[in-house]
């Protein structure tokens, strides 16, 4: 029996809207993920200590504000720091297609841009999980 992934899916910065959050959150749930859903605000330094204290094996952070390019990499940083760099790092939200190769060269595993269906997330987390 394979063991449930579980997911923190979080808002970090002063991100207020977090529909969409909210919506991966369910459709992960709904495809028999584990996820711990941080509520509005966090700071990258709550993140990682919720993402290992949960134990989870991804962190999918959902950005519009504009500080992806901050963001992204402290959560990283803070991760090799803590030696939980096996925790797979996604995002979504409005982030430039420019900048995506970017956040990818510094550790991000994926970016889910508006309009992408769910289950393409869903079937990333599946396939890319502890490998």
Do not use: C, W
């Amino acid at each position: 029996m394979s063991k449930t992934i579980r997911v923190l899916v979080a808002k970090p910065g002063l991100d207020g809207h977090d529909r969409g959050a909210k919506m991966i959150a369910r459709s992960l749930r709904d495809a028999g993920m584990e996820v711990i859903y941080t509520g509005l605000r966090q700071s990258p330094e709550q993140i990682v200590a919720a993402a290992i204290q949960e134990d989870v094996d991804v962190i999918g952070m959902s950005i519009l504000s504009g500080a992806h390019n901050h963001l992204f990499p402290k959560v990283i940083k803070l991760l090799k720091e803590q030696n939980a760099e096996d925790i797979m790092v996604i995002g979504g939200g409005v982030i430039p297609e420019e900048d995506i190769p970017g956040l990818k060269e510094m550790g991000v595993k994926a970016i889910f841009t508006p309009g992408t269906p769910t289950k393409d997330t869903v079937e990333f987390i599946r396939n890319n999980v502890n490998k």
